[in-house]
């Protein structure tokens, strides 16, 4: 069964501009979640979406949102990028009924705003 | 918030059990503990959870002390490749529905020595 994947891997993005990011969970999984990765601050939460609900949300500013489809699949959108969001942002799937279930995680988009 | 605490950094010769801690002394009854492995800049791996027995699979065990407030990850014969940074995670309910967040502590960086 194939993994998480997410797209792109790289981007680099200038201050002000928006960015969408991209996950398709593994099949069967309708749950995704997403977090940010910064030297800094570490492993955090950003949202979670279960069949195409926001069930779970991090303390983010509203820059930050996302969407879930029918299919599963779920983006995250970063809007007027400021130097800080440049991170790593990972995407996490679980077959997620309960919200209870592992988490699964993709290799991640390498975000770099300039 | 993270409710866990793991020293920063361990070494361990190949070949031999990496023996890995990780104190929780905050945890409730229902709060499952998580592992996961994160290799450089790739996305974190999932090696295993529990919530009071001893586990085991393919890639690790799990001890966990009778009170809960401790566990104990156990490689049992560490790789070059095992070399990575040890995520002991308390899973936190963080809604009325159950839905799950992963908060991430700073991990124990571990480097397995040839």
């Known amino acids: 069964k194939a993994g998480v994947t997410q797209t792109p891997r790289y981007l680099i993005k200038t201050r002000g501009q928006q960015v969408t990011l991209s996950c398709s969970p593994i099949?069967?999984?309708?749950?995704v979640s997403w977090y940010q990765q910064t030297p800094g601050q570490g492993l955090q939460f950003l949202f979670e979406?279960?069949?195409?609900?926001?069930?779970n949300k991090g303390n983010f500013p509203g820059r930050f949102s996302g969407r879930q489809f029918s299919n599963s699949r779920s983006e995250m959108n970063v809007s007027t990028l400021e130097l800080g969001d440049s991170a790593l942002y990972l995407c996490?799937?679980?077959?997620?009924?309960?919200?209870?279930?592992?988490?699964?995680f993709g290799p991640g988009t390498r975000l770099l705003v300039l | 918030d993270a409710k866990t605490t793991q020293p920063p950094s361990m070494d361990c010769a190949e070949g031999r059990a990496a023996n890995l801690p990780c104190n929780h002394s905050?945890?409730?009854?229902?709060?499952?503990v998580y592992w996961y492995r994160q290799i450089h800049s790739q996305g974190p791996q999932y090696i295993i959870h529990?919530?009071?027995n001893n586990e085991t699979n393919e890639m690790a065990s799990l001890i966990i002390t009778e009170d809960r407030k401790s566990s104990t990850l156990i490689l049992p014969h560490a790789t070059l490749r095992d070399t990575a940074v040890y995520y002991c995670?308390?899973?936190?309910?963080?809604?009325?529905?159950?839905?799950?967040?992963?908060?991430f502590g700073q991990g124990t960086r571990l480097t397995i020595n040839p």
């Open positions: 996490a799937s679980s077959w997620g009924p309960t919200g209870r279930e592992t988490q699964y």
């Open positions: 099949s069967g999984h309708r749950s």
């Open positions: 979406y279960f069949s195409e609900t926001q069930r």
């Open positions: 905050t945890i409730s009854g229902n709060e499952y």
């Open positions: 529990g919530l009071k």
């Open positions: 995670i308390v899973r936190v309910e963080s809604t009325p529905q159950g839905a799950q967040k992963l908060v």
